[in-house]
T-cell receptor
Framework: AQKITQTQPGMFVQEKEAVTLDCTYDTSDQSYGLFWYKQPSSGEMIFLIYQGSYDEQNATEGRYSLNFQKARKSANLVISASQLGDSAMYFC????????????FGKGTKLSVKP | DGGITQSPKYLFRKEGQNVTLSCEQNLNHDAMYWYRQDPGQGLRLIYYSQIVNDFQKGDIAEGYSVSREKKESFPLTVTSAQKNPTAFYLCATTRNRGFTDTQYFGPGTRLTVL
């Protein structure tokens, strides 16, 4: 069965430093997509970055990059130069053929950026 | 202005009442979804719809109902059969249901049962 695991319930990072949020996934499909979302205290889910299973390069979007290690089934989010506004919940999610097109979410990591 | 709107932002319900949460989109996306989020938890899928007049149950559909009469609209009714409806409800859309398609979310409705 498809599964997303985020093992860090909470993380702290100093402002301007980089931080890595862990995500491992389980799927038997060869074709799948991995997504990261940010959820600030307001509640809205904000899409950050996408990585496809066939993408040879790691995805990057501004200060966000995805460290994709296919053999280890990990898709860690790296945030460079952390800002106070990065404090939020972060969710890793996956979609594959077996999930009927639906996203499967991890339980999230709460990131707190310290000034 | 393109996007997904949900209303109301906050909703209070007395026990035994049905309430309807609104979700509207002008992105021309085919697929729409409803999720429930409990404090400190991830998202759980309630219902989804791929096309107008068609919808399927997700993982926690009991006590909920939906309709999809228009492409733009996917309202969720929380019925009195839902034993613990206090939660944050998020609506989402995707252009279609391929594994590369990004899912976009509305701002959410926070439902509290009094």
């Amino acid at each position: 069965a498809q599964k997303i695991t985020q093992t860090q319930p909470g993380m702290f990072v100093q402002e301007k430093e980089a931080v890595t949020l862990d995500c491992t996934y389980d799927t038997s499909d060869q074709s799948y997509g991995l997504f990261w979302y940010k959820q600030p205290s307001s509640g809205e889910m904000i899409f950050l970055i996408y990585q496809g299973s066939y993408d040879e390069q790691n995805a990057t979007e501004g200060r966000y990059s995805l460290n994709f290690q296919k053999a280890r089934k990990s898709a860690n989010l790296v945030i460079s130069a952390s800002q106070l506004g990065d404090s939020a919940m972060y969710f890793c999610a996956m979609r594959d053929g077996g999930s009927q097109g639906n996203l499967i979410f991890g339980k999230g990591t709460k990131l707190s950026v310290k000034p | 202005d393109g996007g997904i709107t949900q209303s109301p932002k906050y909703l209070f319900r007395k026990e035994g009442q049905n309430v309807t949460l609104s979700c509207e989109q002008n992105l021309n996306h085919d697929a729409m979804y409803w999720y429930r989020q409990d404090p400190g938890q991830g998202l759980r899928l309630i219902y989804y719809s791929q096309i107008v007049n068609d919808f399927q149950k997700g993982d926690i559909a009991e006590g909920y109902s939906v309709s999809r009469e228009k492409k733009e609209s996917f309202p969720l009714t929380v019925t009195s059969a839902q034993k613990n409806p206090t939660a944050f409800y998020l609506c989402a859309t995707t252009r279609n249901r391929g594994f590369t398609d990004t899912q976009y979310f509305g701002p959410g409705t926070r439902l509290t049962v009094l």
